[in-house]
């Protein structure tokens, strides 16, 4: 199916910059392409284009065309245009329309008549296409992210689109599942020549795959020569100065963590100290969230010792406790609570510290994070990468010692990835912090860290200095979350 894009230019409303300036594409039928490009360049946006939402849903000035199978998508019926292109968003959460994951398979099937029979099995199909099938009759509210999301591209999956716009794909899924999807991918791809975009900011990833690479820069896209083949730049692990007689800044013992009659996570002993960076890191649905909330007293938990800053953790709020840590959810739209950008970062240091606060390091942060031009911004305004980086900030202005992060790298290019690690790096050495930081991908991240916690059916199976991961991650047999090879 062809898709000719023609001088589509597009801005958001209320804002001055053009986001889409004069964009022009020709995409062949049966391609893979992959579009880069700094965070908040726009690819989301067009992404969202392609998909027929700019001209339906979200209010701005648009012009142009986007013609697919012959049809302009800006002029077409939003439930036509469904009918061959589907968009799976960078946040899975914005698609979801029903409860269970079965219900959300079928949502769409329904709505186009499909009769019952074929519905179950296009929505087993599917599932098993991205080894979810175990998913089936879970509540899509009580999923980790990896989860949901391979909810969101299995039922694009169901949905049989001759285009599938992917943006992100690979953020929440553990390397297993992003192996499976591609495979899945490419085997649709040369059985029923599905088109498949991809927006993603580790092109590498797709060596082998992808047809094209183009990159988005001024709200325009180009074509790159040569597909990115890795990461280039190689793990040096840093030495790691020995922690002798320290007290610990988190102790568990006998600690259990269940959702009903569901074990989510159970740790015979555990212990981090001040100063460390720790690498949390796991299949999706492991429990490395759950254990984050858990040491915020936001879940539930049953255990023999569990101490934080040397307090038991519990869900009553000790307001001395949650002033010394922090959490930047996995999902940046659900800690955001202002209508501008400057408030955001100063809500927090001032609910613990009055107009007393720390004023002259909230601005050191505003400028750090180059917020200067996006005070007056609505938070939902700006991208998803960006909303991100806000949450971090609004984090580190009230100075938590001890800070935790869920997959904070997701909407992030390579150059804020390692913005966001150098800047965690200084803060915990500064302030004698902790940080925690889930991820799926060992680089770069082996490069900051100070040690690795590894979780697989539900408890720890490796807790190491950073300089045996890759070590015990073969002796694990976890060789799929080895660094890539540079």
């Given at each position: 199916?062809?898709?000719?894009?023609?001088?589509?230019?597009?801005?958001?409303?209320?804002?001055?910059?053009?986001?889409?300036?004069?964009?022009?594409?020709?995409?062949?039928?049966?391609?893979?392409?992959?579009?880069?490009?700094?965070?908040?360049?726009?690819?989301?946006?067009?992404?969202?284009?392609?998909?027929?939402?700019?001209?339906?849903?979200?209010?701005?000035?648009?012009?142009?065309?986007?013609?697919?199978?012959?049809?302009?998508?800006?002029?077409?019926?939003?439930?036509?245009?469904?009918?061959?292109?589907?968009?799976?968003?960078?946040?899975?959460?914005?698609?979801?329309?029903?409860?269970?994951?079965?219900?959300?398979?079928?949502?769409?099937?329904?709505?186009?008549?499909?009769?019952?029979?074929?519905?179950?099995?296009?929505?087993?199909?599917?599932?098993?296409?991205?080894?979810?099938?175990?998913?089936?009759?879970?509540?899509?509210?009580?999923?980790?992210?990896?989860?949901?999301?391979?909810?969101?591209?299995?039922?694009?999956?169901?949905?049989?689109?001759?285009?599938?716009?992917?943006?992100?794909?690979?953020?929440?899924?553990?390397?297993?599942?992003?192996?499976?999807?591609?495979?899945?991918?490419?085997?649709?791809?040369?059985?029923?020549?599905?088109?498949?975009?991809?927006?993603?900011?580790?092109?590498?990833?797709?060596?082998?795959?992808?047809?094209?690479?183009?990159?988005?820069?001024?709200?325009?896209?180009?074509?790159?020569?040569?597909?990115?083949?890795?990461?280039?730049?190689?793990?040096?692990?840093?030495?790691?100065?020995?922690?002798?007689?320290?007290?610990?800044?988190?102790?568990?013992?006998?600690?259990?963590?269940?959702?009903?009659?569901?074990?989510?996570?159970?740790?015979?002993?555990?212990?981090?100290f001040p100063g460390e960076i720790i690498s949390l890191m796991g299949p999706n649905g492991s429990g490395k969230t759950s254990l984050l909330l858990s040491l915020c007293g936001l879940i539930g938990i049953d255990a023999k010792e569990q101490k934080v800053f040397g307090k038991p953790i519990t869900q009553k709020k000790d307001k001395s406790v949650l002033k010394n840590q922090g959490i930047v959810f996995q999902n940046p739209d659900h800690q955001l609570f202002c209508d501008s950008v400057l408030e955001e970062i100063n809500f927090a240091p001032y609910n613990f510290y009055g107009k007393d606060y720390d004023d002259i390091w909230v601005k050191s942060l505003i400028k750090k994070f180059d917020l200067d031009e996006s005070l007056n911004t609505h938070p939902f305004h700006l991208s998803y990468g960006q909303k991100g980086r806000l949450n971090l900030a609004s984090v580190l202005s009230y100075g938590p010692k001890l800070i935790?992060?869920?997959?904070?790298?997701?909407?992030?290019?390579?150059?804020?990835?390692?913005?966001?690690?150098?800047?965690?790096?200084?803060?915990?050495?500064?302030?004698?912090?902790?940080?925690?930081?889930?991820?799926?991908?060992?680089?770069?991240?082996?490069?900051?860290?100070?040690?690795?916690?590894?979780?697989?059916?539900?408890?720890?199976?490796?807790?190491?200095?950073?300089?045996?991961?890759?070590?015990?991650?073969?002796?694990?047999?976890?060789?799929?979350?080895?660094?890539?090879?540079?």
């Amino acid at each position: 199916m062809m898709i000719e894009v023609k001088d589509l230019c597009f801005k958001y409303q209320h804002e001055k910059p053009m986001i889409l300036d004069h964009l022009n594409l020709d995409i062949k039928d049966g391609e893979w392409l992959v579009i880069t490009g700094d965070s908040g360049c726009g690819k989301s946006t067009f992404a969202l284009g392609l998909a027929g939402f700019l001209i339906h849903i979200i209010p701005g000035e648009i012009s142009g065309s986007i013609i697919v199978n012959e049809s302009d998508v800006l002029k077409e019926g939003l439930a036509s245009i469904s009918e061959d292109v589907f968009l799976v968003q960078q946040n899975p959460e914005t698609q979801f329309c029903a409860l269970t994951v079965k219900e959300e398979l079928a949502f769409g099937l329904e709505n186009r008549r499909i009769p019952p029979e074929e519905i179950e099995k296009r929505i087993f199909k599917a599932l098993s296409a991205l080894n979810a099938e175990d998913l089936i009759n879970r509540q899509i509210n009580e999923l980790s992210g990896g989860q949901q999301q391979k909810v969101a591209i299995a039922t694009a999956l169901a949905l049989e689109p001759k285009v599938l716009i992917l943006d992100e794909p690979s953020s929440n899924l553990d390397p297993t599942a992003t192996r499976t999807l591609f495979l899945t991918l490419s085997d649709l791809r040369k059985q029923d020549h599905l088109t498949v975009i991809v927006v993603e900011h580790k092109p590498w990833i797709y060596k082998g795959l992808a047809t094209r690479q183009l990159e988005m820069k001024g709200g325009r896209l180009f074509e790159k020569e040569h597909l990115v083949k890795t990461a280039g730049i190689p793990i040096t692990f840093e030495k790691n100065d020995k922690i002798e007689n320290i007290s610990p800044i988190v102790e568990l013992r006998g600690f259990k963590i269940s959702f009903s009659t569901n074990q989510i996570l159970k740790i015979n002993e555990l212990k981090i100290f001040p100063g460390e960076i720790i690498s949390l890191m796991g299949p999706n649905g492991s429990g490395k969230t759950s254990l984050l909330l858990s040491l915020c007293g936001l879940i539930g938990i049953d255990a023999k010792e569990q101490k934080v800053f040397g307090k038991p953790i519990t869900q009553k709020k000790d307001k001395s406790v949650l002033k010394n840590q922090g959490i930047v959810f996995q999902n940046p739209d659900h800690q955001l609570f202002c209508d501008s950008v400057l408030e955001e970062i100063n809500f927090a240091p001032y609910n613990f510290y009055g107009k007393d606060y720390d004023d002259i390091w909230v601005k050191s942060l505003i400028k750090k994070f180059d917020l200067d031009e996006s005070l007056n911004t609505h938070p939902f305004h700006l991208s998803y990468g960006q909303k991100g980086r806000l949450n971090l900030a609004s984090v580190l202005s009230y100075g938590p010692k001890l800070i935790l992060l869920d997959e904070v790298f997701i909407g992030q290019d390579l150059n804020h990835v390692l913005f966001l690690l150098e800047t965690i790096r200084d803060y915990v050495k500064q302030r004698s912090a902790t940080a925690i930081i889930v991820n799926h991908s060992a680089w770069p991240v082996f490069n900051y860290a100070s040690k690795m916690i590894f979780l697989d059916n539900q408890e720890v199976i490796i807790d190491c200095p950073i300089e045996n991961a890759c070590e015990e991650l073969i002796r694990a047999k976890k060789l799929e979350y080895l660094p890539v090879e540079n």
